[in-house]
């Protein structure tokens, strides 16, 4: 079982930057993959970055050139870099762990911050 806490979301202006934080109860090194999604209501959850165990980066089309998405293997942490932020942004951001095992995938999710973008 892996816990995941997020914080460091918030009310911020458009154009302005916040950053998110993922902190993983086990060591990140042991989860295949982790990532950021987001929610808006009514609308499905959607990936907004993610990074594997060797590093590799992945982001939504949304998400390029501004977003960044990184991980300390030593502090267990993984964090979202979110710059010049929309208002379309707004939304709860889950931290999500992937672990696969035995042929079984395992999905972990955090409660979820909320990030809100003011015009």
């Known amino acids: 079982q892996v816990r995941l806490l997020e914080s460091g979301g918030g009310l911020v202006q458009a154009g302005g930057s916040l950053r998110l934080f993922c902190a993983a109860s086990?060591?990140?090194?042991?989860?295949?993959?982790m990532g950021w999604y987001h929610q808006a209501p009514g609308k499905q959850r959607e990936l907004v970055a993610s990074?594997?165990?060797?590093?590799?980066?992945n982001y939504a089309d949304s998400a390029k050139g501004r977003f960044t998405i990184s991980r300390d293997n030593a502090k267990n942490t993984v964090y979202l870099q979110m710059n010049s932020l929309e208002r379309e942004d707004t939304a709860v951001y889950l931290c999500n762990g992937k672990r696969w095992e035995s042929g079984s995938l395992y999905d972990y999710w955090g409660q979820g911050t909320q990030v809100t973008v003011s015009s």
């Open positions: 990074i594997l165990r060797g590093g590799n980066l």
């Open positions: 086990r060591t990140t090194f042991s989860l295949n993959a």
